[in-house]
């Protein structure tokens, strides 16, 4: 099993940025893509970002080139770098993590976090 704990949420101005951090633990050693993903109130959970174990990223055209997902497996964790932050960013954000092989689909990941609200004001 795997556990998931995201951090760095909170309420930011338009234009401003956040960094969400994601802490795995537990058997991580079979954890190969990890991801990004957001759900607003009445909408679908869909992706933000993901990244393999090795290889490219790979990001949702809303967040192309103010977004930023990387990786640290010595630690473990995963981030998310969020600039000029929009009122549409606004959901909770989730991390997951996906044993084996790499997908894009939220069914393709095994492990999610609870999620950590993101909140941008106009």
């Known amino acids: 099993q795997v556990q998931l704990v995201e951090s760095g949420g909170g309420l930011v101005q338009a234009g401003g940025s956040l960094r969400l951090s994601c802490a795995a633990s537990?058997?991580?050693?079979?954890?190969?893509?990890m991801g990004w993903y957001r759900q607003a109130p009445g909408k679908e959970r869909e992706l933000v970002a993901a990244i393999p174990s090795g290889g490219s990223t790979n990001y949702a055209d809303s967040v192309k080139g103010r977004f930023t997902i990387s990786r640290d497996n010595d630690k473990n964790t995963l981030y998310l770098q969020m600039n000029s932050l929009k009122p549409e960013d606004t959901a909770v954000y989730y991390c997951?993590?996906?044993?084996?092989?790499?997908?894009?689909?939220?069914?393709?990941?095994?492990?999610w976090g609870q999620g950590t609200q993101v909140t941008v004001s106009s």
């Open positions: 537990g058997d991580t050693i079979c954890i190969s893509a």
């Open positions: 997951a993590a996906r044993r084996y092989g790499w997908g894009l689909r939220a069914a393709d990941y095994d492990y």
